[in-house]
């Protein structure tokens, strides 16, 4: 029977990543991340599940900033919202761009980004906000756009 020194010595640097690996399995199980309510496994299945519309932002192509139009309903929002401090949204974002996914992923999280500082500037918790920016749509609509989705499932 070999000793503990030898076993250390022998499975150390293996051992050790076992329990590493072991400790971060733990934390991640305990670790709650916010998601959109029932989120479907794939994003194909995202874009098709049925969830309510509550507005939808649009955005010029490549833009990430709010212009007026976009302000006017974010504040149309935050009034329904006042109505509901318990009611939990999500801001699914996307980008029409002809460029690469990961482009269009930028372009799409830069708008959920703002849409998300301009209701928690207003007065909405973050912890009411979830953020999903899904790039290129895969459904009809406007391709440049954030879409306020209420009351989360």
């Known amino acids: 029977m070999m000793s503990a020194a030898e076993t250390t010595r ?10 590493a690996f072991a400790a971060c399995a733990a934390a991640a199980e305990q670790r709650t991340v916010p998601s959109i309510d029932s989120a479907p496994a794939s994003e194909d299945q995202a874009e098709t599940s049925p969830q309510p519309i509550l507005a939808s932002i649009a955005f010029a192509p490549q833009a990430v900033e709010l212009n007026q139009t976009g302000k006017h309903g974010l504040a ?18 996307y980008d029409g761009s002809d460029g690469a996914q990961m482009s269009a992923r930028r372009i ?6 703002s849409v998300r500082s301009f209701l928690i500037e ?11 920016a ?15 989705l209420w009351p989360l499932r």
């Open 76 to 93: 149309a929002v935050v009034a329904h919202l006042s109505n509901d401090p318990e009611a939990r949204i999500g801001i699914v974002a």
């Open 134 to 148: 899904l790039g290129k749509p895969q459904q009809d609509g406007a391709a440049d756009r954030v879409d306020i």
């Open 108 to 113: 799409s999280l830069g708008r959920a980004l």
């Open 122 to 132: 207003h007065g909405v918790e973050s912890q009411r906000l979830i953020v999903k």
């Open 10 to 19: 022998q499975f150390g640097g293996a051992f050790a990543v076992m329990l």
